[in-house]
């Protein structure tokens, strides 16, 4: 399969020519206009490699499509597959909660250990357009957090494990009134119901919030699997995160977090949806604030997927560098998941490839491939 007559977004550069993909892998990049026979000719739109997201809610999205409402798991791993390679999503680290919290209105028991064999015998079969890993969301702050880890082994293959504390009060929801606007709309809440969920979860970060920290990163170590932070707040947050050994910080709450990352060497990544809305949903840091700063090194979709090709566009025209833009949902996620077959244009990586348009700086994808095999 070839495309020709392209805008090849390079490492570095942009350069007019044409890719070849031969085996799954990209086996020629050549400069120039030529057309060769057979060829895609891509009439100068640009071809870049296929994006690459950490972390995404978007499949409990699909398993629970309103509150209380519980969906075959099957169909909805095949409905998130197909959303995401329609958004030009090749590669995704499907983020799923572990770690059961009773709220009385039902709990996530076996939830992740279920939905995973789903997921595994799914991309086992071939089923999926796209590949697929396992992101262990580990909430410090629940009675089953070790236990449901524990179910986890070296063949589950699981990729990133992050650590996650949403005790009212602290990290992303300091603010309890953005809390219990998140909540209430979600989980139909009143305000008793919602006293009562806060108390619930102050009492368990108290019961738990050390020691099960603690254990996820050593079950992370176990698995192999690499560990990330969520929503540090302030340098202490971070200087801890650097000591359990977090290799990303998923959006970090505030400049200060932001730049003791950068001082630890640890990877910043915030979400694509702040980006394209100007600001956070929950009154915490502004990517775009990071990006002009230099403290913004991956991009991830969140819960928007359509997101993530639409954040990188915009962050082009902030940096006036499309090539540094694109390495934010292609190569630094792959590098920082550990993936060294992708995320590039280059010789003998896997032919995940995007073919883009551009409407009024609007990207619009017009073609996707897996492994040199269409999928969108």
């Known amino acids: 399969m070839c495309l020709a007559n392209a805008r090849l977004v390079l490492a570095d550069q942009v350069l007019r020519g044409a890719l070849t993909i031969e085996d799954g892998v990209i086996s020629n990049i050549t400069e120039g206009d030529q057309i060769p026979g057979g060829a895609i000719d891509c009439m100068q739109d640009f071809v870049l490699p296929g994006l690459v997201e950490l972390h995404t809610d978007n499949v409990e999205r699909h398993i629970e499509p309103r509150p209380e409402v519980d969906w075959p798991y099957l169909p909805a791993l095949m409905a998130h597959d197909a959303e995401l390679a329609s958004t030009g999503i090749t590669t995704v680290f499907d983020a799923i909660r572990i770690g059961s919290i009773h709220s009385g209105k039902g709990s996530y028991i076996n939830h992740a250990r279920k939905l995973a064999d789903e997921l595994l015998a799914a991309r086992a079969g071939g089923m999926f357009k796209i590949s697929h890993f396992l992101h262990l969301r580990a909430e410090i702050c629940s009675e089953t957090l070790l236990g449901e880890l524990g179910a986890f082994g070296a063949d589950d ?51 738990f919030g050390t020691k099960h920290e603690a254990g996820a990163v050593a079950e992370a170590n176990r698995l192999g699997a690499v560990l990330a932070s969520h929503d540090d707040t302030t340098a202490e947050h971070v200087a801890t995160s650097a000591k359990n050994g977090v290799g990303f910080a998923e959006f ?6 932001a730049q003791a990352c ?41 819960y928007v997927p359509s997101a993530l090709l639409l954040a990188a566009f915009r962050l082009a025209e902030t940096w006036k560098d499309l090539p540094r833009a694109i390495s934010t949902v292609t190569r630094k996620p792959a590098e920082a998941a ?9 010789v003998m990586l896997r032919g995940d490839v ?7 700086k609007t990207p619009i994808l017009r073609g996707a491939w897996s492994q040199g095999a269409r999928v969108s």
């Open 157 to 207: 293959r699981v990729g990133i494990v992050s650590l996650m504390d949403h005790t009212p009060g602290q990290r992303q929801f300091r603010d309890l009134t953005a809390l219990k606007t998140y909540v209430a709309k979600k989980r139909g809440m009143n305000d008793a119901e919602f006293a009562e969920h806060v108390q619930n979860l102050l009492n368990l970060q108290q019961r």
């Open 354 to 360: 995007l073919r883009v348009s551009l409407a009024d």
């Open 338 to 346: 550990g993936l060294k077959d992708r995320g590039r244009l280059a």
């Open 262 to 302: 950068r001082d630890h060497g640890i990877a910043v990544m915030m979400g694509a949806p702040n980006l394209i809305r100007g600001g956070s949903h929950s009154g915490n840091v502004a990517a775009q604030e990071l990006a002009k700063a230099d403290l913004l090194d991956i991009v991830s979709s969140d």
């Open 252 to 257: 970090p709450t505030t400049f200060e977090a």
